[in-house]
């Protein structure tokens, strides 16, 4: 059975809540848990119920798994899903554009 690392799950989630753009009051808002308790998940001193670990996959777009232990194979396809859902409908085609731009780019190297 694997363990978990509290200090590490709550950076992991640290890390994917600033990179989404969202503020500590936003997810604590949106998990219907107090500022705090966020700050506690995210510095490693509190664990979470099961309610709250699927919460929380869903807005950070991690897996449960990914939350708990790290890294999962496609990890970095989840958080790009996650940015580009965040981006306005009207800007996708330009979005879309910058990434093939930067794709022939990196291919040219």
Known sequence: ???IDYKQMGQRVRTQRELLG???EQ??????????FCADIELGVKGM??????KLSDLL????????FGATPNAQLHTLSAL?????????????????AFLSAVEKD
């Open 1 to 3: 059975m694997r363990n």
């Open 22 to 24: 969202y503020t500590r």
């Open 27 to 36: 997810l604590a808002e949106a998990l219907d848990v107090s500022t705090k």
């Open 49 to 54: 119920s099961i309610q709250t670990l699927a």
């Open 61 to 68: 777009c991690m897996s449960t798994d990914e939350i708990l």
């Open 84 to 100: 580009i859902a965040k981006c306005p409908e009207q800007y996708q085609t330009e979005l879309i554009a910058i990434i093939r």
